[in-house]
C-alpha cells in the first residue's frame, strides 16, 4: 500500500474513533442534562449543610455536563476533519498519476516525437541507417512502457482511459520495431505509420486533460 492508501485508511479509522467517542459524550452529557433539570427542579433544603451540599452537587452536575458537551462538540469536529481530509486524500490519490505512471507518460511524449522526426528522416534519406537503428531503440522504449498497467488506485475511468493509452503504445512501438530502412522509405508506408503516431498523441491528449498534465510545460523541456 502506498502512503496515500495508508493515510486514508488511518483518517477514516480516525474518524470512527472521534466519531464513536463524541457520541458517547454528547449521551453522557444529555444523561447529566436530565440529572442537572431533576435537581434544579428541587427546592434547596432549609438545612445549612445539606443545603451547601445540594447547591455543590448542582453546580457539579453543571459543569459535568457543559464539559461533556464540549468534548463531544470537540470530537465530532475533529472526526468531520478527519472525514474531509480523509475524502480528499482519496479524491487526490483517485485522480491524480502515481510517479511511476507519469514518468511513463512524460517518457513517451518524448518518444512519440523523436519517432516522428526519425520516420522522417528515412522517408526523405537522411542517414536512413543511424535513423533506423535511433527508431528501434525508440520503439524498444515505447513497447516497454506500453506493456504497463494503470495504478489500481485511479479512479476506474482514469484506469481505463490510461490502460487504452498504454495498449496503443504498446502496438505502436511493436508495429514500429519491426519495420526497416526499405519498407519506410516507401512514402505509403511512412505516412500509415506516422497518422498511427497521431493517433496515440490524440489518446496521449486525452490523458492529459483528464489527468491535468501541464502539456506546455513539457513542451518548454524539450
Known amino acids: 500500500m502506498s502512503v ?8 477514516l479509522s480516525s474518524t470512527l474513533l472521534f466519531s464513536l467517542f463524541g457520541f458517547l459524550f454528547f449521551i453522557s ?3 447529566t442534562g436530565r440529572k442537572y433539570k431533576a435537581v434544579k427542579k428541587k427546592r434547596p433544603p432549609k ?8 447547591l ?8 459535568k455536563r457543559k464539559k461533556q458537551l464540549f468534548r463531544s462538540v470537540l470530537l465530532l469536529l475533529i472526526a468531520g476533519l478527519s472525514l474531509g481530509t480523509g475524502l480528499y486524500s482519496r479524491y487526490y490519490q483517485q485522480n491524480h498519476l502515481p ?16 519517432a ?3 520516420i522522417n528522416n528515412i522517408a526523405a534519406g537522411e542517414n536512413p541507417q543511424k535513423s533506423i537503428k535511433n ?8 513497447a516497454s512502457y506500453g506493456a504497463r498497467r494503470a495504478s489500481l488506485s485511479l479512479a476506474e475511468d482514469g484506469q481505463n482511459l490510461l490502460n487504452r493509452h498504454f495498449t496503443l503504445l504498446r502496438e505502436l512501438g511493436v508495429n514500429l520495431n519491426g519495420q526497416t530502412v526499405d519498407s519506410l522509405a516507401n512514402q505509403a508506408t511512412a505516412e500509415s505509420y506516422l497518422k498511427d503516431i497521431e493517433k496515440v498523441q490524440e489518446s496521449q491528449s486525452s490523458v492529459f486533460k483528464r489527468f491535468s498534465v501541464n502539456e506546455q510545460a513539457l513542451k518548454k523541456q524539450q
Do not use: G, H, M, P
Open 135 to 142: 527508431l528501434q531503440e525508440i520503439t524498444s522504449r515505447l
Open 56 to 63: 455543590r452537587l448542582r453546580k457539579q452536575l453543571e459543569k
Open 29 to 31: 452529557s444529555f444523561r
Open 47 to 54: 438545612n445549612k449543610k445539606k443545603r451547601r451540599q445540594f
Open 116 to 118: 516522428q522526426l526519425q
Open 99 to 114: 510517479s511511476e505512471d507519469s514518468e511513463a507518460l512524460v517518457q513517451s511524449y518524448y518518444l512519440l516525437d523523436e
Open 4 to 11: 496515500l492508501d495508508w493515510s486514508f485508511v488511518l483518517l
